[in-house]
């Protein structure tokens, strides 16, 4: 790309603490604009508003690493096939996103700066538009899946497993947006919890969230028999295939799924490495997948599952945070690091690990999915 990474990020910063006014303004703009394109999104744009500022701010701070942004934004650019987004939608986009950037950081707005807005989007638009045109002629914008199996495990977490009617490919520690004919256009991100099958199947684990409407409705009023709709797989938390080192993974809650997926697939993949799980939750009865890690334990020698409960002070077995309770062990500096969970959880994992020597570029983290 031949762009100026650090002006784009010196006026981003300036509107980074404006957030919210500032997607406000983008989303405002560009419907005012393009009345069109308001049906393309769902009625509630909170959550729109948010993904929109996450994927920008990601965008503007991989500026410098070129082959990881190129991964994301081809990333990006195939999943927009599933709201039918076309080349031409991205003008306006950008549009927008100028007037947006040019008003919320106009004390330090000129010329050169707006080249360098121009020239990144541009080159990320560019990208996003040929991973979707090359895309188009070997995959679908969505898949079709069926519930097969609908298992309440906790009064508000239920385990899925879903039949695409078409082969989804997906790398471990990967999710897919799905949505449901009840919230049509409203699509959430969940984790799929296993390693890819030869029955095409995969699982999704979804604790059910006080007004989330997509989680509410997989939970609580999904059936066998119904029909969802998923995006393609995203995400980078993949195992490191040729890796010799031993394994941390810390999941919180449900973040365990996309952490299960790649402990399957490493056992499926013949290495040994010696695997720590540490699986936390506020109770003993939230542990809602612990039976099924203690087979895969059984199974797997090389494999030590520590579940740990925090807010339950009669559990007898580990209690405590899950960063805190990282640090009670030797030290992991040696070991290819796996993390996630509620964002607070997993950013005081991450600092803890570092302050104990693992590098961050042995750190793979991902933020919880759903509607957290």
């Given at each position: ?26 989303y ?17 744009m ?49 549009n ?18 707006e080249?360098?807005w ?5 080159a ?35 385990v899925?497993t879903?039949r ?14 799905v949505?449901t ?15 890819p099958r ?9 604790r ?7 989680s ?9 028999g ?5 995006g ?9 295939e ?18 299960k ?41 090389w494999l ?19 960063p ?24 005081e994992t ?6 104990d020597?693992?590098?961050l ?12």
């Open positions: 790309m031949s762009l100026n990474p650090r002006l784009v990020k010196e006026s981003f910063s300036v509107v980074e603490p404006m957030a919210d006014k500032a997607t406000a303004y983008f405002g703009r560009l419907f005012a604009e393009n009345p069109q394109l308001r049906g393309m999104f769902p009625p509630a909170d959550v729109q508003r948010d993904r929109l500022f996450g994927a920008l701010t990601r965008i503007v701070w991989s500026l410098d690493s070129p082959d990881s942004l190129a991964a994301f934004l081809g990333q990006l650019g195939r999943d927009h096939r599933k709201y039918g987004v076309i080349a031409e939608h991205y003008t306006a986009v950008g927008a996103l100028l007037a947006t950037i040019r008003r919320f950081a106009a004390d330090v707005w000129n010329h050169e700066i080249a360098a121009v020239s990144a989007y541009t990320a638009a560019n990208l996003m538009i040929e991973s979707a045109e090359s895309d188009s002629g070997v995959s679908p914008a969505w898949w079709l899946a069926e519930v097969i199996d609908h298992e309440m495990r906790h009064r508000d977490i239920a899925l879903l695409p009617t078409q082969r989804l490919p997906f790398t471990p520690g990967q999710y897919v947006n949505q004919a009840r919230w049509p256009r409203v699509w959430r991100t969940f984790s799929i919890a296993n390693a030869p029955d095409n199947t995969i699982r999704l684990h979804v059910s969230v006080p007004g989330g409407w997509v509410t409705t997989l939970a609580g009023h999904t059936r066998v119904d029909t969802l709709m998923l393609p797989p995203m995400g980078t938390m993949a195992p490191r040729h890796s010799v080192r031993d394994m941390l993974c810390v999941a919180g809650g449900t973040g365990l799924a996309p952490l997926a790649i402990i399957e697939s490493v056992i499926a993949s013949g290495r040994r490495p010696n695997i720590h799980l540490l699986y936390g939750a506020r109770t003993a009865a939230e542990l809602y997948d612990l039976p099924d890690l203690i087979r895969m334990e059984a199974s797997f020698p030590r599952v520590l579940p740990v409960v925090s807010d339950q002070p009669s559990y007898d077995g580990m209690r405590g945070s899950l805190e309770v990282t640090r009670r062990f030797h030290s992991w500096a040696e070991h290819d690091v796996y993390v996630c969970g509620p964002s607070s959880m997993v950013n991450v600092r803890n690990l570092q302050i020597g693992v590098p570029a042995r750190i793979h983290r991902d933020i919880i999915h759903g509607e957290h």
